[in-house]
């Protein structure tokens, strides 16, 4: 099992910034962000991977960037340029395949509202 304690997110206006922070509880495979706004489907934002391999979905190439912190066991989410579509509660993710079965993993979710 693993842990996953997110922080980060809250308030911004319309074209700026937040960065949102995830710790894993030990090191897994990848890390990344879903995120779900009212009404919504769940969507996958971003994932890295352990070797550093990135995704992102297409409305946020350029504006957010993912990193990682191996030796903490943490994934970040620099969230630049803002727009109030972005709005909506972040959860991270954590997944890894053991024995031919994958394992998903969770946070608690943190809120992300962008005003114009």
């Known amino acids: 099992q693993v842990q996953l304690v997110e922080s980060g997110g809250g308030l911004a206006q319309a074209g700026g910034s937040l960065r949102l922070s995830c710790a894993a509880s030990?090191?897994?495979?990848?890390m990344g962000w879903y995120r779900q706004a009212p009404g919504k489907q769940r969507e996958l934002v971003a994932f890295?991977?352990?070797?550093?391999?990135?995704n992102y979905r297409d409305s946020v190439k350029g504006r957010f960037t993912i990193s990682r912190d191996n030796a903490k066991n943490t994934v970040y989410l620099q969230m630049n340029s803002l727009k109030p579509e972005d709005t909506a509660v972040y959860c991270c993710?954590?997944?890894?395949?053991?024995?031919?079965?994958?394992?998903?993993?969770w946070g608690q979710g943190t809120q992300v509202t962008v005003s114009s």
């Open positions: 993710n954590g997944w890894e395949v053991v024995n031919g079965v994958k394992y998903d993993y």
């Open positions: 030990r090191s897994i495979f990848s």
């Open positions: 890295i991977t352990n070797g550093g391999s990135t």
